[in-house]
């Protein structure tokens, strides 16, 4: 079986539903439930018996080595961590905590397993690190897009303590010999993202005729990936990766911030047209901008593509599109993510570390 570290997170949640959906090996998924982590995500796979649930935390070495002992996983692919820079900004230590000291807790836990394994066992084991194109730091407007040599240049606390994470996972292959791979992927969206970040948020807040907050001049680039698109790379890296590399994971899609708020509104007017007749665009508001904001980011995936075939199925249009069809058609998901309730919902129903 596979074991998934923060699998009822956004991408996580959306990889064990692909896995499963393909595959008929079993998935242990370990998640601590943050308030980011929602069993929701994963109501399809209730009653199959291929999900096996477990609340916990990276951190914790003595849940690993039972979870490890017990279930014998042939691979590890770890999504658990603190992943919102507004967040990180404005208490950094719980992202040190996950992230860095959770992830060395992580490595640590599976090179004691790793290391006693039988020969062949040991030799077809993979640990996939999940990281992200923040890393490289932040790119100038003429500059091409990071390849895997840019050099690491983190600017937010978030950043920092995953470039620290790739850091312990590469130190990891090279002083111990771990068979690990890692993947840096550009800035994800689709179903089951957390309305915190840019997507998600603007879509529920334009639902709810609230405003629409763009931080500074909403010029600021990132480059998005239909988040089954991330998971199917992973799925190739794992697959077919070589040990001790790392990919970029993006679809060539650089946008502006105001460009993807004016998109999500143009998609409203189409889907879900305001009572009063005006389009969404009208609750866009200009807010103070994040502190130590990246300007631009942008991934070169050529690597992926020419060694492993990997290519998106998705374009930004159609994968915007399914994006915002979801959310218009989940709104007790969304209800339920931002009242809290489904975290009372998952205490009386998974009481203990086991569901
Ligand atoms: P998320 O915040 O939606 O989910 C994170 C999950 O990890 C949650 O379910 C949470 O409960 C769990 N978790 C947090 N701390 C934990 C701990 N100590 N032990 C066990 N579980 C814990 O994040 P996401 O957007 O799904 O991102 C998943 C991974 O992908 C992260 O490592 C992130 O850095 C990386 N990534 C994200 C993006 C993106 O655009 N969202 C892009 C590239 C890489
Ligand atoms: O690049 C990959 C990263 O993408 C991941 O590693 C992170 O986990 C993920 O959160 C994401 O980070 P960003 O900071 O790019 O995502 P976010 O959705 O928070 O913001 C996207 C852009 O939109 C960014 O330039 C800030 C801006 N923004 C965001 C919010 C929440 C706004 O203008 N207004 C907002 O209210």
């Known amino acids: 079986m596979l074991l998934v570290t923060g699998g009822a997170g956004f991408i996580g949640a959306n990889f064990v539903l692909d896995w499963l959906a393909a595959s008929q090996e079993p998935v242990l998924n370990l998640d601590k439930?943050?308030?980011?982590?929602?069993?929701?995500?994963?109501?399809?796979?209730?009653?199959?018996?291929?999900?096996?649930?477990?609340q916990g935390d990276i951190g914790d070495s003595a849940l690993l080595g039972r979870l490890l002992a017990e279930h014998r996983p042939r691979a590890v692919v770890n999504?658990?961590?603190?992943?919102?820079?507004?967040?990180?900004?404005?208490?950094?230590?719980?992202?040190?905590?996950?992230?860095?000291?959770g992830t060395f807790r992580l490595l640590e836990a599976?090179?004691?397993?790793?290391?006693?394994?039988?020969?062949?066992?040991?030799?077809?084991?993979?640990?996939?690190?999940?990281?992200?194109?923040e890393v490289y730091g932040s790119l100038a407007p003429t500059e091409p897009a990071f390849t895997e040599q840019h050099g690491f240049e983190p600017n937010s606390p978030y950043s920092a303590s995953k470039a620290a994470s790739d850091h312990l996972v590469r130190a990891w292959h090279h002083t111990y010999g771990l068979p690990v791979l890692t993947t840096n992927c550009s800035?994800?969206?689709?179903?089951?993202?957390?309305?915190?970040k840019l997507i998600p948020l603007?879509?529920?807040?334009?639902?709810?005729?609230?405003?629409?907050?763009?931080?500074?001049d909403g010029m600021q680039i990132r480059d998005w990936l239909y988040v089954t698109d991330h998971c199917s790379a992973i799925r190739r890296v794992l697959d077919a990766g070589r040990l001790g590399?790392?990919?970029?994971?993006?679809?060539w899609n650089e946008k502006p911030n105001i460009e993807i708020v004016q998109t999500l509104c143009r998609l409203l007017d189409e889907l879900r047209p305001r009572a009063d007749g005006q389009s969404y665009a009208a609750q866009i508001s200009y807010v103070t901008d994040r502190p130590g904001h990246d300007r631009r980011y942008a991934i070169d995936a050529r690597k992926l593509e020419r060694e492993l075939g990997w290519?998106?199925?998705?374009?930004?249009?159609?994968?915007?599109?399914?994006?915002?069809?979801?959310?218009?058609?989940?709104?007790?998901?969304?209800?339920?993510?931002?009242?809290?309730?489904?975290?009372?919902?998952?205490?009386?129903?998974?009481?203990?570390?086991?569901?």
């Open 79 to 101: 999504f658990a961590a603190e992943s919102h820079v507004d967040r990180s900004i404005h208490g950094p230590e719980d992202f040190i905590q996950t992230n860095v000291v």
């Open 202 to 216: 603007m879509i529920v807040n334009a639902l709810a005729g609230k405003p629409l907050p763009v931080y500074g």
């Open 245 to 251: 590399e790392t990919y970029n994971v993006g679809g």
């Open 110 to 133: 599976v090179r004691h397993y790793w290391s006693a394994l039988p020969a062949i066992e040991k030799e077809a084991f993979r640990f996939l690190h999940v990281s992200t194109d």
């Open 33 to 54: 439930l943050t308030y980011a982590g929602n069993l929701h995500n994963l109501d399809r796979l209730q009653g199959d018996a291929r999900h096996v649930f477990v």
């Open 311 to 355: 290519t998106p199925a998705e374009t930004f249009e159609t994968g915007i599109r399914k994006t915002v069809q979801w959310y218009l058609e989940h709104p007790e998901w969304v209800a339920n993510v931002q009242t809290g309730a489904y975290r009372d919902w998952v205490a009386q129903q998974y009481a203990g570390e086991s569901a």
């Open 187 to 196: 800035n994800n969206y689709g179903p089951y993202h957390f309305p915190e």
